[in-house]
């Protein structure tokens, strides 16, 4: 497993979830889709983005390019691992603005439809600081085994593979609907 490689293709994968939580917004407000469809979206980004995917970069990649002295604090590694945290807020708070939607608040649709914007915006530029600088640097550093079996643990348990199975029947469901 090449860690740097597997992070890339994860990006891939967020990415193209975002998208579809942009696109579910109108279709929301337009009685198109189910709540419960995006509902099950956000949980997949919650669970693939933030725990498989940041999981693997907090537990497994930082912690190596920390022993290369790329520092944490004042560093590029504090900055993700403090947008990781940002990106749990507002998709956090996505959920709830729909909750409140469900529920029959009409202006909750706002709120959603501004978490949602903020979290695509957030992560769009996230990745891209990823992928060109750090994933850059991280390149030249050699990752010890353990913290590749750690990654590979991390997948294991959150089972990445049905994740990625389950965003793809999300993906479909709203692409019929579009």
Do not use: W
């Not at 579910?24 to 498989?52: H, M, N, W, Y």
């Not at 004042?74 to 708070?93: D, S």
């Amino acid at each position: 497993m090449d860690i740097i490689d597997n992070l890339v293709r994860d990006h891939e994968i967020i990415l193209e979830a975002l998208k579809l939580l942009d696109r579910s917004v109108p279709l929301l407000q337009q009685g198109k889709l189910e709540p419960a469809t995006v509902e099950r979206l956000i949980t997949f980004l919650r669970r693939f983005a933030d725990e498989c995917h940041h999981g693997k970069e907090e537990l497994c990649l930082f912690p190596v390019m920390e022993r290369y002295r790329v520092p944490f604090n004042g560093g590029p590694i504090g900055v993700m691992t403090c947008e990781h945290g940002m990106g749990r807020y507002l998709l956090r708070n996505a959920r709830e603005s729909l909750a409140r939607f469900v529920s029959g608040d009409s202006g909750a649709l706002d709120d959603f439809r501004y978490y949602v914007s903020m979290y695509r915006h957030l992560l769009e530029a996230h990745i891209d600081k990823e992928n060109n600088v750090l994933f850059a640097m991280a390149r030249s550093m050699e990752v010890p085994g353990g913290y590749i079996e750690k990654a590979r643990n991390i997948e294991r348990d959150l089972d990445r593979e049905k994740l990625i199975e389950e965003f793809n029947r999300i993906k479909a469901e709203i692409e019929n609907v579009s």
